[in-house]
Structures are given as structure tokens and as C-alpha cells.
């Protein structure tokens, strides 16, 4: 779940309010189509709700690349290596199982954050420099 741009994360996938472009608030809940008694949905709607969580997801990914500087920095004082398989495949698993209970494929939360480490991994060989030894382990 992604909480609003504006907000902050609570760890639960309950009704999550978004912001529009509009101003006006639209309803997010648990993933449930809003396809129903009155037919499908309309396809610009459906769109536009596309394009406000796309908006979420930019805002949630700045953050977490304010966060990684802090580890960056923190692996900078200490010396240590930039990938740390372990802690990715733990992050994988927690993600798929997160996805899971919430109704998302985990297959394509797993790829989705799989992208992320490895773009934000690209972040921080740049500014750390890439590990001297393959599959050596993280001080």
C-alpha cells in the first residue's frame, strides 16, 4: 500500500485517501474494482486514479532516496559494501508476502522492488564506488 503523497505510511491496507489533480479526494479501498451495480467503470476516471497513484509512487520513491543517502552515508563512515544480497532476498520475500495479503500478485511486487534496489543500488555505487569482490560478504 502507498500512503498519500502528503501523509504518512501506516502499514495497513484499509481505505487510503489520495489526493487528485482536481482537489477533490478519490476513495482507494483494498484494491477493489470500482466496477459493480452501475456497469464498468469509466475509463478516464479509471485513468485519471492511475495517474493520481503514479503521483504517489514518485512521492514514495523520493523518500526513500532521501532515505538511502542515509544509508549511503552510514556505509561511507563504516566501509562497508554497497549490496547486501541477504538483506535483499529478505526484502524480497517480506514484499511478496506483504503483496500477497493484500491481494497483489507477489511476482509483480517482487519485480516492481527488484527495479527499485537496483536502480537505487546504481545510486550508491555511484557515490560509494562498486565492490571490489563479488559474493564477498558485507562488513
Given at each position: 500500500m502507498l500512503a498519500p503523497a502528503t501523509g504518512t505510511h501506516t502499514g495497513t491496507t484499509d481505505n487510503v485517501t489520495m489526493s487528485s489533480?482536481?482537489?477533490?479526494?478519490?476513495?482507494?479501498?483494498?484494491?477493489?474494482s470500482t466496477e459493480g451495480a452501475t456497469g464498468?467503470?469509466?475509463?478516464?476516471?479509471?485513468?485519471?486514479?492511475?495517474?493520481?497513484l503514479d503521483g504517489q509512487l514518485v512521492a514514495v520513491l523520493a523518500e526513500r532516496a532521501r532515505v538511502v543517502q542515509d544509508v549511503v552515508r552510514y556505509k561511507r563512515a563504516r566501509h562497508m559494501r554497497v549490496v547486501d544480497r541477504p538483506r535483499e532476498d529478505r526484502m524480497l520475500a517480506a514484499i511478496?508476502?506483504?503483496?500477497?495479503?493484500?491481494?497483489?500478485?507477489?511476482?509483480?511486487?517482487?519485480?516492481?522492488?527488484?527495479?527499485?534496489?537496483?536502480?537505487?543500488?546504481?545510486?550508491?555505487?555511484?557515490?560509494?564506488?562498486?565492490?571490489?569482490?563479488?559474493?564477498?560478504p558485507a562488513e
Open positions: 489533480d482536481r482537489g477533490s479526494p478519490s476513495p482507494v479501498t483494498d484494491g477493489q464498468p467503470p469509466d475509463l478516464t476516471e479509471s485513468r485519471r486514479r492511475i495517474d493520481d511478496g508476502e506483504r503483496a500477497g495479503q493484500a491481494g497483489l500478485d507477489p511476482r509483480i511486487a517482487r519485480q516492481v522492488l527488484r527495479a527499485i534496489i537496483d536502480g537505487f543500488t546504481l545510486l550508491e555505487v555511484e557515490e560509494l564506488g562498486p565492490d571490489l569482490e563479488v559474493g564477498s
